[in-house]
């Protein structure tokens, strides 16, 4: 799961990520219980993309992402609706669903914004508010949590993100 979600990407700032709702019983097949998959943990596309959504109504306006003249300007350019459709989709890949996202890369969609560890901390905090207020579980949110970390070495421009 993690290998696939570190070859997505997302047009715009650390966008990803996610959901509400969950069923935790685990899975009855014909072979006896199996775990289901984080995705549908989660309670599938619908939960994770109102989740997402929310997460991207949080993240576009926040003044501390937004002193960063470069996530400034991509926060204008670039549609809310737009970063949406893809973190909803990479998310449902990234969690085991059967979407597919056909973005660009991580590194390439965010080198130009010039991230620091400052702005990282500030989307995971959002983030982690976000999962909160939709109350996802502990064990969900820490599995996220470390899909997300994933990509942290693609996004953060260490050094590189003053300005």
Not at 7 to 15: K, P, R, S
Not at 54 to 79: C, G, M, T, Y
Not at 103 to 118: F, V, Y
């Amino acid at each position: 799961m993690t290998r696939r979600f570190s070859n997505l990407g997302v047009t715009g700032i650390i966008a990803v990520i996610f959901l509400a709702g969950f069923q935790l019983a685990p899975a009855q097949g014909s072979e006896g219980a199996k775990a289901k998959s984080l995705y549908d943990r989660l309670g599938g596309l619908m939960p994770i993309s109102v989740v997402v959504s929310d997460f991207i109504d949080a993240l576009v306006p926040d003044s501390i992402l937004n002193q960063n003249p470069a996530i400034d300007a991509a926060r204008k350019r670039v549609p809310a609706e737009y970063l949406k459709y893809h973190v909803t989709a990479m998310v449902c890949q990234a969690t085991g669903g059967p979407c597919q996202y056909h973005g660009r890369g991580m590194k390439e969609s965010h080198t130009h914004l010039n991230i620091t560890d400052k702005e990282w901390d500030r989307m995971v905090t959002i983030f982690k508010e976000i999962l909160a207020r939709h109350k996802v579980p502990a064990k969900e949110t820490q599995e996220l949590l470390d899909i997300v970390g994933t990509t942290k070495a693609d996004i953060v421009m260490a050094g590189k993100g003053k300005y």
